[in-house]
């Protein structure tokens, strides 16, 4: 059961995390900007979003991975999100919705696992969950349905790919540094 007791360091960490990727979400809408400006003229303006869409999505792994507890990768892009409005995104409150599905997406992966596996595989599903869900929910919201076969494959595999970069690979290193940085500081504490 211990997966399912939240302690308070873990709420301060999580919400130092929700905080802190709120900020690269709102660097990332700064990205987009530009994106979508260079791809515009090119007629593929959709791309601009599915590039970026992995970082839109990494406070769900690293919260899960980093803060092992049943629905921490939910919670955590959903707070994230929740930051990122609050810094004042100029996609608003409709951010809260994109990260409870994105969160459920990768939430999705750990469940697949029982909450068992903290690796590369739980990864795996979680970026293929998060793909698939909010994939499905931008199908109606971005209308990717107007798009013939070979748009709506390619923007599914953009999107898969930025998602796994950053979800998977990405989200490794994440973990992988914050890992290092705790065995110094016992290290230097003992």
Known sequence: MEKFRWTLPDVIFLA????LFGAVFMGAGVLYAFLVSVLTPFGLTPFANEILFGMWTIAA???GM???????????????????????????AGVLISGLIQGLGTEAGFFVTKYKRYDTVTLIYGAIGTTVFSFAYE?????????GIGMVVALFLVRFISVAFFGVFLTQKIVAL?????????????
């Not at 130092?16 to 905080?19: D, E, K, M, R, S």
């Open 178 to 190: 914050f890992s290092s940085i705790q065995k110094q500081g016992i290290r230097m504490n003992q």
């Open 66 to 92: 980093l803060i092992p507890k049943v629905a921490s990768a939910l919670l955590g892009e959903v707070f994230a999100a929740l930051a990122e409005m609050l810094y004042g995104s100029y996609f608003g």
């Open 16 to 19: 130092f995390l929700a905080f």
């Open 139 to 147: 199908i109606f919201k971005f209308g990717y349905a107007t798009y």
């Open 61 to 63: 792994p690293v919260a």
